[in-house]
């Protein structure tokens, strides 16, 4: 009987603090010093656990965004402290160069190849997915290769691997009549080949860049930036094969991108821009926030990472947990720098 009243006592501590969480930061830094690399611009960044106490970052660096000087970029995070950053891939493409867009890394659990995948075009209604894999970390890539036909790669968001080793890719598509939907490409052959799937194109929700967090109960939820001032959510209970309608959640979107993760407490945490959408594309990304859901659909917010002011812009994060339980998120920082935030 006692051991029994122990054992729940434990049980009712852990499920206590979980639901107390409260993420506490840490250290909040900035990737590189800007008057010491030979970009004027850069965005949209990504970041991975590549060894104990050890991530590598990359993003897209150039004049300006789809400059043709736009090029992506990396920097390794030792012992505490952000390396300079190394240019790692390019958009030229035979005679022509194009901008580079959006990198992801991704590392499949079977495998130590570390992909990062990026956009290759003059825009992203015309852009194409490559992709490079690294042997040792990131300290030296492969040649770039072209992904196959309609197959974009990670548009901005990390991949998630199931338990049987299948790659689920939150993807998306902008046309040139600005039309957005949101799909995923599957792959069963650790990226040998891709199928697509896609998510409500029926709807008229316009929808883009996707994350992905899984369930407990085993089902698959995306939540979208989007043009409905919300950001939009989606839950498929098969794999990723088929989805349910759209659901707005209860957080504010201006047209602007996020980042969502389940930790290893089993809540769920997202980065965002808690606005409206503006007049232009830009507006709305002067604030950004953490929040917490049990469901991810509800959500409360738990930090304030930036509240700016008029003109400035802390957008585009995205966010793991290392082995150890940190939280580590990157954002464009007034396209002047990348910041790096820690939580535990």
């Not at 890539?141 to 790669?153: C, D, E, F, H, V």
């Not at 901005?156 to 691997?161: A, H």
């Not at 598509?173 to 599957?186: D, G």
């Not at 503006?278 to 049990?294: C, F, P």
């Amino acid at each position: 009987m006692n051991k029994l009243f122990f054992f729940s006592i434990i049980i009712l501590t852990i499920l206590s603090s979980c639901n107390n969480y409260k993420p506490a930061l840490l250290t909040s830094t900035q990737i590189f010093n800007e008057g010491q690399v030979p970009f004027k611009q850069c965005h949209a960044s990504t970041i991975e656990q590549i060894g104990k106490d050890s991530l590598i970052a990359a993003w897209f660096g150039g004049t300006h965004e789809s400059n043709p000087d736009v090029v992506i970029w990396t920097s390794y995070y030792i012992n505490g402290k952000w390396q300079h950053p190394v240019q790692v891939a390019d958009g030229v493409l035979g005679d022509i160069r194009h901008p580079t867009w959006n990198p992801v890394f991704y590392q499949h659990p079977a495998s130590d190849s570390l992909y990062l995948y990026y956009k290759i075009g003059p825009n992203p209604r015309e852009w194409k997915g490559y992709y490079k894999y690294s042997l040792d970390k990131g300290n030296t890539w492969s040649t770039a290769k072209a992904l196959p036909q309609n197959i974009l790669g990670p548009i901005k968001n990390k991949p998630i691997t199931l338990k049987n080793g299948t790659i689920l890719s939150p993807s998306s598509t902008e046309s040139k009549e600005e039309i957005w939907k949101a799909h995923l490409e599957i792959s069963a052959d650790r990226g040998n080949t891709w199928s697509i799937v896609n998510i409500n194109h029926e709807s008229p929700v316009q929808v883009i860049q996707p994350s992905i967090v899984k369930h407990k109960n085993g089902n698959i939820q995306v939540l979208c930036r989007s043009k409905e001032n919300k950001v939009m959510s989606s839950f498929s209970n098969d794999d990723g094969q088929t989805w349910q309608p759209w659901q707005a959640t209860n957080l504010l979107n201006p047209n602007a991108a996020t980042d969502a993760i389940c930790l290893k407490n089993g809540q769920f945490m997202i980065v965002y821009n808690p606005d409206l959408a503006g007049k232009d594309w830009w507006e709305g990304r002067t604030k950004l926030r953490v929040a917490l859901s049990k469901d991810g659909l509800n959500w409360k917010d738990a930090l304030i990472l930036e509240d700016g002011k008029k003109g400035d812009e802390y957008s585009y994060p995205t966010i793991i947990q290392d082995d150890d339980g940190l939280i580590h998120i990157t954002y464009t920082w007034n396209r002047k720098n990348i910041k790096h935030i820690v939580l535990k």
